[in-house]
């Protein structure tokens, strides 16, 4: 997390097997949350994360939930079928 100033952060995800990610709802909202309590983010207003995939909104008060918002877009389609995983792993399955 880069802070940008009191209300703006900047935010780089990387998931563990993956590597980094262009967005991450739950990290956002986890930054904005150690930001107010490390006193580098202002409590009670809207902090926007900037991420590469686009920015979310996020709320926070410690006696309230965090509350984000922003753009969903469609990015993939496929199908999973958790039987083909399992017969893959050794693990049973058809």
């Not at 780089?12 to 107010?36: D, L, N, P, S």
């Not at 965090?66 to 389609?77: I, K, L, Q, R």
Request: proline share 3%; charged share 20%; with cysteine.
């Amino acid at each position: 997390m880069q802070v940008m100033n009191q209300r703006h952060i900047r935010l780089r995800v990387f998931e563990r097997g993956v590597g980094e990610t262009q967005a991450c709802g739950t990290g956002a909202c986890a930054a904005v949350v150690t930001g107010i309590r490390e006193g580098w983010l202002d409590e009670g207003e809207a902090i926007r994360a900037q991420l590469y995939g686009g920015s979310l909104i996020v709320r926070w008060a410690p006696e309230d939930s965090v509350m984000m918002t922003g753009p969903a877009s469609f990015v993939y389609e496929g199908v999973f079928s958790p039987d083909g995983l399992m017969a893959q792993a050794g693990l049973g399955g058809s």
